[in-house]
């Protein structure tokens, strides 16, 4: 997916419909704290991957 300017892990999230705080990024091989979804940004290469929580039994 091409990135926007001013794109961050935050509005990424939001904007494929995951809620941040049911989510875990790792940006380009690093754990994202979800305090700093808000403030990372992201650019063109960044490798993304977003483990959403899933409850059961």
């Not at 705080?21 to 940004?41: S, W």
Request: charged share 25%; glycine share 10%; aromatic share 4%.
């Amino acid at each position: 997916m091409p990135c926007e300017n001013a794109l961050t892990v935050q509005s990424l999230l939001i904007k494929l419909g995951h809620d941040p705080a049911r989510v875990a990024v790792e940006k380009n091989g690093r754990i994202v704290p979800r305090a700093a979804f808000p403030d990372e940004p992201l650019d063109d290469g960044d490798t993304l991957e977003i483990v959403q929580f899933v409850g059961g039994g």
